[in-house]
């Protein structure tokens, strides 16, 4: 018998580990009773399990270690970035219908936004590109990526010529709510009628590249997301997704 020591992952996140799952959606297969754990129902969802040592099954079938896979799509205007929509809007899940495994989204887009989503059922990278650990160095791409402070890079069309001022603003960082401030951004102006800007950011709030603009009076007309990290966009068709390329792959393992 192992000792309770060796049991160090509760079993929602053992389950979500193994690939098959997310964590709510392994509680609520626990709660219902359709978890057992060295054949015992168990409908604690604090219980801690040792993942190499005790066998997990649902619905009587042991949950295999799943292979993880990656992927990377070109979100379409109008798709939410939801499993199901309680508006019956268009979803991501929509457009990776041929893909049999359970992938989640490593952050959200909006729905009128484009551009580069990453998808996985690796948990664990989940995790660590969402949840930094530490403060960014803005200067620092290397530095802040190890640090969980992923780089994000979208394309912003607005509705009106940038002024210089507002430019500075929004690279040292605007108020976006009454109590809080964007960290520093690296801010380009990409076209002669300064209304395309490119912007690399190291968070990821809620509609923050909106707010950051609108914040200083400007409207985003469109937006794209361009490159997370090291993966980029490339030339990947609107609506479409492949999978990620080993060296890419190898990239983002960097960040375990
Ligand atoms: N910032 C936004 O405003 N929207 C997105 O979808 C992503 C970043």
């Known amino acids: 018998m192992q000792s309770s020591r060796e049991r160090n992952v509760s079993l929602p996140r053992a389950i979500s580990k193994l690939g098959v799952a997310s964590r709510k959606q392994a509680e609520e297969m626990i709660l219902s009773g359709r978890v057992t754990v060295n054949g015992l129902v ?41 499993r199901s929509d309680e508006l019956n809007r268009k979803t991501i899940y929509d457009l990776l219908k041929n893909v049999r495994e359970w992938v989640f989204p490593v952050g959200r887009l ?27 160095d803005p200067l620092d791409h290397r530095a802040s990526w190890r640090a969980g402070r992923i780089h994000k890079t979208y394309v912003a069309k607005i509705n009106k010529p940038v002024d210089r001022l507002a430019l500075e603003k929004l690279r040292s960082g605007v108020f976006i709510d009454e109590d809080l401030k ?5 801010v380009n102006i990409i076209n002669g ?23 200083l009076t400007y409207k985003v007309i469109e937006l794209k ?18 999978h990620l390329t080993k060296p890419e792959v190898e990239k983002l393992m960097e960040q375990k």
């Open 42 to 82: 168990l409908k604690n969802t604090s219980f801690r399990v040792d993942l190499r040592e005790d066998k997990i099954k649902l619905d009587g079938e042991a949950i295999q270690k799943k292979k993880f896979i990656y992927l990377i799509l070109n979100k379409p205007k109008g798709y939410v970035t939801t």
């Open 110 to 136: 909006d729905k009128d936004t484009t551009g580069l989503l990453l998808l996985t059922n690796d948990n664990k990278l989940g995790e660590v590109l969402t949840n930094p650990k530490s403060p960014p």
């Open 182 to 186: 964007t960290l520093p951004a690296k």
């Open 193 to 215: 009628t300064r209304t395309e800007i490119m912007l690399t950011i190291v968070e990821g709030k809620n509609r923050q590249v909106r707010r950051m603009f609108e914040s």
């Open 225 to 242: 997301r361009i490159q997370i990290g090291p993966i980029l966009l490339g030339n990947l068709e609107l609506g479409c997704f492949r």
